[in-house]
């Protein structure tokens, strides 16, 4: 099992940058794949990014791709996501989650979640 704790949300002008990060804990860490899911507010929770448990496959959608990087340190058990180019309808909370299959591209794989950072850009 593993304990997700994002940070690095805030509010940003469009156009602008934020670094998210996703703090783990549990012995299993290096085996997940990891990802960063957003919702926003009466829209479904969306897969964001993912990145397999060593980090050489990622995956994005098609909205962020160009824009957002993943990346992973799993000496210190962290998860990055890097947003560049922000847009307003980047705007939502973003959940940092871990997937125990290693799948790191499906939605229905991810079993654990942490509590979500808000990310706004204002426009």
């Known amino acids: 099992q593993v304990q997700l704790v994002e940070s690095g949300g805030g509010l940003v002008q469009a156009g602008g940058s934020l670094r998210l990060s996703c703090a783990a804990s549990g012995r299993t860490f290096s085996s997940y794949a990891m990802g960063w899911f957003r919702q926003a507010p009466g829209k479904e929770r969306e897969l964001v990014a993912g990145?397999?448990?060593?980090?050489?496959?990622?995956y994005y959608v098609d909205s962020v791709k160009g824009r957002f990087t993943i990346s992973r340190d799993n000496v210190k058990k962290l998860v990055y996501l890097q947003m560049n180019s922000l847009k307003a309808e980047d705007t939502a909370v973003y959940y940092c989650?871990?997937?125990?299959?290693?799948?790191?591209?499906?939605?229905?794989?991810?079993?654990?979640w942490g509590q979500g950072t808000q990310v706004t850009v204002s426009s």
């Open positions: 990145i397999s448990w060593s980090g050489s496959s990622t």
């Open positions: 989650a871990a997937d125990p299959t290693g799948r790191y591209n499906l939605r229905i794989s991810y079993d654990y």
